[in-house]
Protein backbone atom coordinates (compact mmCIF):
# COMPACT_ATOMS: atom_id res chain seq x y z
CA UNK A 1 0.00 0.00 0.00
CA UNK A 2 1.04 3.53 -0.02
CA UNK A 3 0.95 6.14 2.94
CA UNK A 4 2.20 9.74 3.78
CA UNK A 5 2.69 11.28 6.91
CA UNK A 6 2.90 15.49 7.44
CA UNK A 7 2.65 17.21 10.32
CA UNK A 8 -1.42 18.32 11.83
CA UNK A 9 -0.62 22.02 11.56
CA UNK A 10 1.79 24.37 11.12
CA UNK A 11 1.71 28.05 12.46
CA UNK A 12 3.67 31.10 11.44
CA UNK A 13 3.68 35.06 10.99
CA UNK A 14 3.28 36.76 8.15
CA UNK A 15 6.25 37.89 6.50
CA UNK A 16 8.60 34.41 7.71
CA UNK A 17 9.23 30.83 6.17
CA UNK A 18 7.69 28.05 7.17
CA UNK A 19 8.71 24.15 6.21
CA UNK A 20 6.29 21.37 5.98
CA UNK A 21 7.18 17.97 5.50
CA UNK A 22 6.19 15.00 4.08
CA UNK A 23 7.79 11.56 4.20
CA UNK A 24 5.87 8.79 1.96
CA UNK A 25 5.89 5.09 1.84
CA UNK A 26 4.90 3.69 -1.53
CA UNK A 27 5.53 0.79 -4.12
CA UNK A 28 6.38 2.27 -6.84
CA UNK A 29 6.90 6.11 -7.25
CA UNK A 30 5.91 8.26 -9.87
CA UNK A 31 6.61 11.51 -7.97
CA UNK A 32 5.60 13.79 -5.32
CA UNK A 33 3.20 16.77 -5.35
CA UNK A 34 1.61 19.38 -3.46
CA UNK A 35 -1.58 20.55 -3.13
CA UNK A 36 -3.24 23.84 -1.44
CA UNK A 37 -6.74 24.10 -0.13
CA UNK A 38 -8.55 26.63 1.95
CA UNK A 39 -11.66 26.09 3.67
CA UNK A 40 -14.64 25.12 1.18
CA UNK A 41 -12.22 25.19 -2.00
CA UNK A 42 -11.19 22.80 -4.28
CA UNK A 43 -7.52 21.36 -4.21
CA UNK A 44 -5.49 23.33 -6.55
CA UNK A 45 -1.61 22.23 -7.57
CA UNK A 46 1.31 24.24 -6.29
CA UNK A 47 4.34 21.84 -7.03
CA UNK A 48 6.33 18.41 -8.35
CA UNK A 49 9.32 16.76 -7.86
CA UNK A 50 9.63 13.74 -10.08
CA UNK A 51 13.93 13.93 -9.28
CA UNK A 52 16.10 14.66 -6.36
CA UNK A 53 16.32 18.55 -5.54
CA UNK A 54 14.27 21.72 -5.20
CA UNK A 55 11.73 22.96 -7.86
CA UNK A 56 11.11 26.96 -7.18
CA UNK A 57 7.68 28.25 -7.93
CA UNK A 58 7.66 31.94 -6.87
CA UNK A 59 7.42 32.10 -3.35
CA UNK A 60 6.72 28.33 -3.10
CA UNK A 61 9.63 25.89 -3.19
CA UNK A 62 9.51 21.94 -3.00
CA UNK A 63 12.52 19.43 -2.20
CA UNK A 64 12.41 15.96 -2.80
CA UNK A 65 15.00 13.25 -1.28
CA UNK A 66 14.18 9.70 -3.11
CA UNK A 67 16.56 7.85 -1.01
CA UNK A 68 14.92 9.46 2.23
CA UNK A 69 11.48 8.85 0.74
CA UNK A 70 10.70 12.67 2.32
CA UNK A 71 9.87 15.91 0.87
CA UNK A 72 9.39 19.41 2.18
CA UNK A 73 7.06 22.54 0.46
CA UNK A 74 8.79 26.04 1.85
CA UNK A 75 6.94 28.90 1.66
CA UNK A 76 8.74 32.21 1.68
CA UNK A 77 6.94 35.60 2.39
CA UNK A 78 4.09 34.26 4.32
CA UNK A 79 1.00 36.08 3.81
CA UNK A 80 -2.48 35.86 5.28
CA UNK A 81 -3.78 34.05 2.05
CA UNK A 82 -1.33 31.54 2.53
CA UNK A 83 -3.56 30.00 5.60
CA UNK A 84 -5.52 26.63 3.99
CA UNK A 85 -4.59 23.33 4.33
CA UNK A 86 -1.54 21.63 2.11
CA UNK A 87 -1.16 17.68 0.83
CA UNK A 88 1.16 16.04 -0.29
CA UNK A 89 0.64 13.51 -2.68
CA UNK A 90 2.27 10.46 -4.34
CA UNK A 91 1.20 8.20 -7.70
CA UNK A 92 2.72 5.33 -6.78
CA UNK A 93 1.67 2.39 -9.41
CA UNK A 94 -0.22 5.22 -10.19
CA UNK A 95 -2.67 5.52 -7.84
CA UNK A 96 -2.76 8.93 -6.34
CA UNK A 97 -2.84 9.00 -3.06
CA UNK A 98 -3.17 12.20 -0.94
CA UNK A 99 -1.60 12.55 2.67
CA UNK A 100 -3.77 13.80 5.77
CA UNK A 101 -3.40 17.25 4.86
CA UNK A 102 -1.21 20.43 6.94
CA UNK A 103 -3.08 23.45 8.04
CA UNK A 104 -1.16 26.69 8.16
CA UNK A 105 -2.12 29.20 10.16
CA UNK A 106 -0.48 32.72 9.39
CA UNK A 107 -0.74 35.37 11.91
CA UNK A 108 -0.37 38.66 11.09
CA UNK B 1 -11.04 27.93 -20.01
CA UNK B 2 -14.14 26.87 -18.15
CA UNK B 3 -12.20 24.34 -15.06
CA UNK B 4 -13.97 21.53 -14.38
CA UNK B 5 -17.59 21.59 -13.08
CA UNK B 6 -19.26 20.16 -10.32
CA UNK B 7 -23.00 19.71 -9.32
CA UNK B 8 -24.71 19.93 -6.82
CA UNK B 9 -22.58 21.70 -4.65
CA UNK B 10 -24.26 20.72 -1.69
CA UNK B 11 -27.03 18.09 -1.58
CA UNK B 12 -29.12 16.87 1.55
CA UNK B 13 -30.81 13.67 1.92
CA UNK B 14 -31.98 11.20 4.77
CA UNK B 15 -31.12 7.72 5.04
CA UNK B 16 -31.07 5.18 2.43
CA UNK B 17 -31.85 7.69 -0.23
CA UNK B 18 -30.19 7.62 -3.45
CA UNK B 19 -28.36 10.59 -4.72
CA UNK B 20 -26.03 11.25 -7.76
CA UNK B 21 -23.50 13.29 -8.64
CA UNK B 22 -22.18 14.92 -12.00
CA UNK B 23 -19.06 15.86 -12.72
CA UNK B 24 -17.96 17.67 -16.29
CA UNK B 25 -13.80 17.68 -16.54
CA UNK B 26 -12.05 20.02 -18.43
CA UNK B 27 -12.19 19.87 -22.12
CA UNK B 28 -9.63 17.25 -23.33
CA UNK B 29 -8.39 15.67 -20.43
CA UNK B 30 -8.89 12.05 -20.86
CA UNK B 31 -8.18 11.08 -17.58
CA UNK B 32 -11.06 11.66 -14.44
CA UNK B 33 -11.20 10.64 -10.95
CA UNK B 34 -13.54 10.76 -7.90
CA UNK B 35 -12.63 11.49 -4.86
CA UNK B 36 -14.30 11.16 -1.13
CA UNK B 37 -13.19 13.44 1.10
CA UNK B 38 -13.85 13.80 4.63
CA UNK B 39 -13.67 16.48 7.40
CA UNK B 40 -9.79 17.16 8.66
CA UNK B 41 -8.38 14.07 5.91
CA UNK B 42 -7.04 14.00 2.04
CA UNK B 43 -9.07 13.05 -0.38
CA UNK B 44 -9.15 9.78 -0.67
CA UNK B 45 -9.55 8.02 -4.29
CA UNK B 46 -12.93 6.54 -5.28
CA UNK B 47 -12.45 5.60 -8.96
CA UNK B 48 -10.61 6.88 -11.85
CA UNK B 49 -11.14 6.64 -15.72
CA UNK B 50 -8.76 6.64 -18.79
CA UNK B 51 -11.50 8.00 -21.34
CA UNK B 52 -14.55 5.90 -20.70
CA UNK B 53 -13.14 2.69 -18.97
CA UNK B 54 -12.63 2.15 -15.07
CA UNK B 55 -8.78 1.58 -14.67
CA UNK B 56 -9.03 1.64 -10.86
CA UNK B 57 -12.19 1.53 -9.00
CA UNK B 58 -10.86 -0.88 -5.98
CA UNK B 59 -11.68 1.79 -3.51
CA UNK B 60 -15.35 2.50 -4.29
CA UNK B 61 -17.68 0.45 -2.12
CA UNK B 62 -19.40 -1.65 -4.65
CA UNK B 63 -22.40 -2.66 -2.92
CA UNK B 64 -23.92 0.89 -2.82
CA UNK B 65 -21.60 3.23 -5.22
CA UNK B 66 -21.25 2.98 -8.97
CA UNK B 67 -20.10 5.97 -11.49
CA UNK B 68 -20.23 6.01 -14.99
CA UNK B 69 -18.62 8.12 -17.86
CA UNK B 70 -20.46 7.82 -20.92
CA UNK B 71 -18.53 8.62 -24.31
CA UNK B 72 -15.20 9.68 -22.07
CA UNK B 73 -16.13 13.31 -20.85
CA UNK B 74 -18.81 13.53 -18.27
CA UNK B 75 -19.39 11.69 -15.27
CA UNK B 76 -21.99 10.54 -13.02
CA UNK B 77 -21.13 9.40 -9.24
CA UNK B 78 -24.43 7.43 -7.81
CA UNK B 79 -24.69 6.37 -4.10
CA UNK B 80 -28.25 4.06 -3.64
CA UNK B 81 -28.41 3.63 -0.23
CA UNK B 82 -27.28 6.50 1.29
CA UNK B 83 -25.65 5.57 4.78
CA UNK B 84 -24.71 8.33 7.62
CA UNK B 85 -21.20 7.57 6.73
CA UNK B 86 -21.09 8.69 3.04
CA UNK B 87 -21.16 12.19 4.63
CA UNK B 88 -18.62 14.06 3.30
CA UNK B 89 -17.35 16.07 -0.14
CA UNK B 90 -16.56 14.50 -3.25
CA UNK B 91 -14.74 15.79 -5.39
CA UNK B 92 -14.13 15.43 -9.00
CA UNK B 93 -10.92 16.57 -11.26
CA UNK B 94 -9.39 15.70 -14.34
CA UNK B 95 -5.72 15.49 -15.89
CA UNK B 96 -4.35 15.39 -19.29
CA UNK B 97 -0.78 14.79 -18.76
CA UNK B 98 0.68 11.28 -17.98
CA UNK B 99 3.96 12.37 -17.67
CA UNK B 100 4.50 15.61 -15.52
CA UNK B 101 3.39 14.73 -12.56
CA UNK B 102 -0.48 13.88 -13.79
CA UNK B 103 -1.07 17.46 -12.47
CA UNK B 104 -5.01 16.75 -11.40
CA UNK B 105 -7.49 19.81 -11.64
CA UNK B 106 -10.19 19.75 -9.08
CA UNK B 107 -13.60 20.69 -9.12
CA UNK B 108 -15.11 22.71 -6.31
CA UNK B 109 -17.01 19.53 -4.92
CA UNK B 110 -20.46 18.20 -3.97
CA UNK B 111 -20.91 18.50 -0.17
CA UNK B 112 -22.85 15.66 1.00
CA UNK B 113 -25.19 15.61 4.28
CA UNK B 114 -26.59 12.30 5.12
CA UNK B 115 -29.37 12.73 8.08
Known amino acids: GQSLEQPSEVTAVEGAIVQINCTYQ??????LSWYQQHDGGAPTFLSY????GLEETGRFSSFLSRSDSYGYLLLQELQMKDSASYFC?????????FGRGTSLIVHP | EAGVVQSPRYKIIEKKQPVAFWCNPISGHNTLYWYRQNLGQGPELLIR????????DSQLPKDRFSAERLKGVDSTLKIQPAELGDSAVYLCASSSTRGRGNIQYFGAGTRLSVL
Open chain 1, 89 to 97: AVGGSYIPT
Open chain 2, 49 to 56: YENEEAVD
Open chain 1, 26 to 31: TSGFYG
Open chain 1, 49 to 52: NALD
